[in-house]
C-alpha cells in the first residue's frame, strides 16, 4: 500500500482539460488524470484555477473498520468539526452507505459536529481498495475577486488561463522572479501576485501600463510595470511570460512578434509564449528548445483557441 500525502480533486470545462494537466506537471512533476492527483507536494489549492480541494491524508488503510478504529484512536479534539465523502474515480460506494460511513467517522470524533460554520472539514475517500481519512482544504475562490479589476481590453487574458501560465512559468522554481513581457491591463500579474511571486510588468503601450498599474494597486498589490519596449528591458528572469500582442488593440507583424520573442529570450531563463496563431516554426527559428505544448479554447468558443509553448 502506497503512503500519500496528499490527494487533489480539480475541476475544469473540458476546454481546460490540456492546459491543466500541463500546469500540474509543472506544480507537481506530474500530470492530473481524471481530475484527481496524489501527490507528496504540497500545493495550497487557491493557487490554481483547477484545484478544487486538496485532503491532507491523516489515516489510511485497506480495511474500513480498522481505519475507523485508528480514528477512534486519535482521539480528536476539535469542536465544531464536520465530516465530508469525497468520490474519486472508480468508487462504486452507493449514497445511503456514504452516509453511513461519514457517521461511522463523526461518531469517531469525540466533539461536537457543526455542519453550517465547521471550525475543520474531515474528509474520508477510497480509491484503489484503500480508505483515506483527512482533512479537506479549498480552494477559497478569493482571486475571483480579480474579475472586477477597474480595467480590461478585449484582448485580455481569462484569469484561470493566467493562473495557469503563472503556474507554469514558476512550476517549483524556489523564490522565482517572473517577467509578464506584454502585461496589457496586468491580468497575469494579478495572478501572480496573489500566490506572492516576484513579478514584473512590460507594456509598449503608456495608457495600458497606467491601466495595470491601476488594476495591481485596486487590490493592494506592489508590483512594477516597465513602460517600454520588452526589448529595452535590463534585468535577468526565471521565467517570462508573453501573451502575444494580437487583434485591433495591440496590431503586431510577423517581425514585431519574432523580436518580442527574441528580446525576451535574451532575459529569461524560461519562456511560456501564448498566441492566438500557430507560430511553433517561428519559434523554432529562434534557436529555443520547446519543452511543451498545449492549445486552450474558450467553453462555447472553440475556434477561438490560444497556443501555449513552453520554451528554454
Ligand atoms: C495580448 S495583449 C496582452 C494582454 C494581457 N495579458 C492582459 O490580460 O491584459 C499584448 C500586449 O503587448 C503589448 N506590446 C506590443 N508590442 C510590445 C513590445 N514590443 N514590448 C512590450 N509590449 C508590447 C501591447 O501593447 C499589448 O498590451
Redesign the pocket.
Known sequence: MQETKYIYLFRYDTTESLLCKLESKYLFNKEEKNKQLFSEVKIEPSVSAFIKTRLDVILFSSDYERLIEQIKEKNIRTDGFKVEYLILTGDTTRNSERLSKLRDVGYSIDTYPDYHNPTIIYGLCSYGGVWYFGIIRKNNCEWQQHKQKPY??S???KQNI?KALVNIAAGSIHNVKLL?????????MLEACFTKYDIEG????WK?CKNARANLSHFNYTAHVHF????DIVGQYDAAII????NL??P?TDD?IL??IKATAKISDRLVIVSTANIEDKIQNTGLMLLDYCKVSKPGKSNFTRNIWVCE
Open positions: 480590461t481590453y484582448n485580455s487574458i493566467a509578464d513581457a506584454c502585461c496589457g491591463a496586468g491580468t497575469i512590460c507594456d509598449i503601450s495600458t517600454s519596449d520588452i526589448k501573451d502575444l500582442p494580437y488593440y495591440s503586431a514585431d523580436n518580442i
